[in-house]
């Protein structure tokens, strides 16, 4: 008799939608933090979708110039609950040039800017950074959906987000739900094919956000953080 783990008879079975479900919100309802940063993408739209239901009161935040498509789709998504509180922090002209003549990256300049804005309202955020990496959620995956591809962003998540992210967020404690070890033992057993098509980028996330998501939020363009401030038609 297999007596550990318990978990032997999930191992090496297809990896379904509700596993990945039930797995997160278990996450979530494991967090103590109800506050969001909310791009208005997949992500973090879905991710709302999950806080919401594990929270009775959720804080939201967004960042971007007011035309970006960032703070647009945010704003439809939090709209759809009630019990979401939605912040949208549109910098100044004086923070706008700050961050044109910083050393930093435009990408870390911004996320910092990001969570000193957050620090005013609360000390802990959940951010979806790392399922781009493991459900393959860049055009290159889409383009070269293929071993090489996948390993290349998930080898540089570390040096490229996390450790940028860790910096640039200050003393604002981050959470990651997405990388939690559970989620990612699932995503490593779900096919490549499963993930990315030449249709389709995050196949499984897609799936989970059917019904739940509004259809325009599907369908966007994605944004990098380093593009919060410009304008995109």
């Known amino acids: 008799m297999i007596f550990y783990p318990e978990s032997w008879p999930k191992i090496g079975r297809p990896v379904t939608v509700a596993e990945i479900e039930e797995t997160l919100l278990q996450i979530l309802s494991e967090i103590d ?130 450790i940028p992210l860790d910096k640039s967020s200050g003393n604002v404690c981050v959470y990651l739900p997405y990388l939690d070890s559970r989620l990612i033992s699932l995503y490593t057993q779900i096919p490549i094919s499963s993930k990315v098509d030449d249709g389709q980028r995050k196949k499984f996330l897609v799936e989970m956000a059917r019904g739940r998501l509004p259809p325009a939020i599907l369908r966007r363009r994605k944004y990098g953080f380093y593009e919060a401030l410009t304008i995109k038609k």
């Open 33 to 162: 933090c109800n506050c969001l940063s909310l791009s208005g993408g997949l992500d973090s739209s879905l991710m709302l979708w999950f806080l919401q239901k594990v929270h009775k009161k959720v804080f939201a935040f967004t960042i971007g110039s007011e035309e970006h498509p960032d703070v647009k789709y945010a704003r439809l998504m939090s709209s759809k609950f009630p019990l979401v509180t939605h912040r949208v922090f549109i910098p100044s002209e004086e923070e706008r040039k700050e961050i044109e003549q910083s050393d930093d990256p435009l990408g870390n300049s911004i996320v910092k800017l990001f969570y000193q804005s957050v620090k005013k309202f609360t000390n802990k955020i959940i951010a979806c950074d790392g399922i781009d990496e493991f459900a393959c959620g860049y055009y290159s995956h889409q383009r070269n959906p293929t071993e090489k591809t996948y390993y290349y962003y998930i080898r540089h998540l570390q040096q490229d987000h996390l």
